[in-house]
């Protein structure tokens, strides 16, 4: 039976073995060479549950995709093609590298970045491309890894808003190169912020590992029970600690703690999301003006959230959020912004002196950041719902029956 909790005592009723795992972390105590173990047994059940050799904890899905292009050697010069729908993390690491983000536009009824596109898109200097598992689904990847095969380019998945959702067979992140996670906290599983790569590549996983921990020798690309090297070694004067330049973006263990009690419950977490997705379907059904995310067949989508395309110029986005809200329903999120369009894209507000996109080492030709980059994109963001689905239900009830009667109204049926 689907978990579809009627109250907030039972949301949080099942969350026992988050606080018995976060009271094992306090019991611990704090030391600063040596922990409970929790990232690791985290790492350890993801990587089982997903069926890879490697998965590495970091404090966001930000840093995991930030180290997926230290560990595929992504620098100067690069270019790595991103999709402009996203949360403006996809493309903030590229530039994080001083690599160049290059916008290719999406598909007009999956919403997921065009293969197509990313095709026009490829140019000598790209490297790699980051396609988003946007509200849940996976994009077209076997063309993506058809084109990345053929071009010799890493493939990064951002899964942060999907888990457990499958591609003709396979589970969505463990089809690229490396998969990245987020546990920020909207996500299926949450510890409030975290994030976790996973790959079957043991030098990424080893490049991942150093990139998330200031790439301390010690660390191998298998898990263990602390990123810091032993004591004996590092108390003595000679160690050579850093072999490379890494970041700290280690998970704590007490968040830790609280992501591997949600991952053990995964199932249901996911289960929820599409039991209220298929809510919205419902309410949605009869209305040729609300289009849903189109599903390709083969593929599970498992909603992140559930969106809808206001097809129809009679109505605007406001007016129909306004009339939800007016027949009880919660105000309604639109999409973000294409990410070229954030002023800190359109006015290249980057590292100064004019990197990535000016620098001496890029030898392309910079994309201009400006209205009309991806003309798709630019047509349908503005017109998009993005419902939520982790709502209890009698939360999720008042927001179909709010749908309803907004639907009946601007059809003149009430
Ligand atoms: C598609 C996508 N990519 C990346 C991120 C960044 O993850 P985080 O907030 O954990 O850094 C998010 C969510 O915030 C996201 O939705």
Sequence with gaps: MTWWPETDEELNAPRVNEYKYVKEVLDYGWHNTSSPGINMRLEQTFADRFGVKYAITHNSGTGTMHTCLMAAGIGPGDEVIVPPITAAATAYVVIHQNAVPVFADIDPETFQIDAASIRDHITP?????IPVALYGLAPDMDEIMALAREHDLVVIEDCAEC??????????????????FSFQGSKHMTCGDGGIVITDNAEYAKGVRWGMAFAYSSLEAESAPTTAPPKEVRQDPNFARHLALGWNYRLPELAAASALGQLER??????????????????????????????????????????????????TWHQFRDKVVEFGGEPIYGAWRPVYLEPAFTEERFYGRGCPNHCPLYEGTPQKYAPGLCPVVESIQPRLFQFRTNYIRPRAQRQFDALAKAIAFFEGRS
């Design 125 to 129: 200097h790209t490297r790699a491309i």
């Design 163 to 180: 888990y457990l959702a499958e591609y003709k067979g396979r589970l969505v992140g463990t089809i690229g190169d490396m998969g990245s």
């Design 266 to 315: 995964l199932e249901d977490l996911v289960g929820w999301r599409q039991a209220v997705a298929a809510g919205y379907a419902e309410v949605i059904a009869d209305c040729d003006w609300l289009v849903p995310q189109r599903v390709p067949e083969g593929l599970t989508n498992t909603y992140w959230c559930y969106t809808v395309l206001l097809d129809t110029h009679e109505i």
